[in-house]
């Protein structure tokens, strides 16, 4: 019988890049997802068909199995994908004994950067009964956090150490709080490195975002969340000096805008005590068409 297994997505609200240190992070599973189907097969080969949000077959790939451990380096979808395959092989041989098609199907378009590789993470591991945390760490890196938000169904408070602790958040003024996406997509590894190589105090920052973080879970009225949004982007900004991407890109905008994950693209979390319609005409009229509220986006 096939297996289905759907994961959710990610959007990463605090602690971004710090949480790799040990920063408590706040984020939310997304109803968009990706779904995926594994059926065995009578053929020694891996069929994978990944299908995108309008239908489309953006990877069809055929991998022959056993598949030898060698290394492959990283420079197509397809070795990603026998990387992740290897590390399957090696922490339980069992799944990989007999061949299997396997068809996944995102709910978002790729370059929304919502976890297509997280999802993937997440849905193998369920699939071949391994550790998702230690297929990451062998495979993609990261914190972690988007395998914690593949498979939760709340907002999760997340930290390295003790990985996810589910928290009922959901702010009192979701209604004025939307996603507005940048038109790109960031490479989070490119994002961590400038994090790596950059000269701060850790443990103070750690300490600024900890106290934002916690503030943001007690906070119930706009106006203080507002000013909590522009103090983490503040604090992150300096600490990494780094423009923030708010005031770049939307300088006159009325609300509070907080880059999300990597900065500088995919979603920045925006406030508005103004009405839906000219939030989005002020978004809209700036070349920024994607802009989803806060209960059409999180679960």
Request: hydrophobic share 40%; aromatic share 12%.
């Amino acid at each position: 019988m096939p297996i289905t297994i759907h994961a959710k997505g990610k959007l990463l609200i605090t602690g971004e890049y710090f949480v790799l240190d040990g920063a408590k992070a706040l984020a939310v599973p997304t109803k968009f997802g990706q779904s995926f189907e594994f059926s065995p097969s009578q053929i020694m080969q891996i069929s994978w068909e990944g299908y995108d949000d309008l239908g489309h077959c953006w990877m069809k790939e055929l991998i022959d199995l056993p598949l030898d451990p060698k290394v492959v380096p990283a420079t197509s979808p397809k070795n990603r994908l026998i990387q992740v395959l290897q590390q399957i092989q090696a922490l339980n041989s069992n799944v990989l004994n007999k061949g299997w098609k396997v068809t996944t199907r995102l709910e978002f378009p790729r370059d929304w950067g919502l976890g297509s590789s997280s999802t993937m993470i997440y849905a193998m591991a369920q699939w071949s009964n391994v550790d998702p945390y230690a297929l990451l760490q062998t495979t993609f890196g990261g914190s972690g956090y988007d395998i914690a938000c593949a498979g939760a169904e709340s907002a999760v408070l997340y930290t390295v150490s003790e990985r996810d602790v589910p928290v009922a958040w959901m702010p009192d003024f979701c209604d004025q709080l939307y996603f507005v996406h940048l038109n790109q997509k960031q490479n989070s590894r490119e994002g961590i490195q400038h994090y790596r190589e950059a000269k701060f105090d850790k443990t103070a920052v750690i300490n600024k975002l900890d106290a934002i973080t916690a503030a943001l879970q007690e906070c119930h009225d706009l106006t203080t969340f507002e000013g909590l949004l522009r103090r983490h982007e503040q604090v992150v900004g300096e600490a990494l000096t780094l423009p923030l991407v708010p005031e770049a890109l939307f300088p006159d905008y009325w609300g509070a805008a907080k880059s999300l994950g990597a900065w500088g693209g995919d979603f920045v979390l925006v406030t508005s005590d103004r009405s839906r319609e000219e939030t989005l005409k002020y978004f809209r009229g700036r070349g920024y068409s994607t802009v989803l509220g806060w209960r059409k986006m999180c679960l």
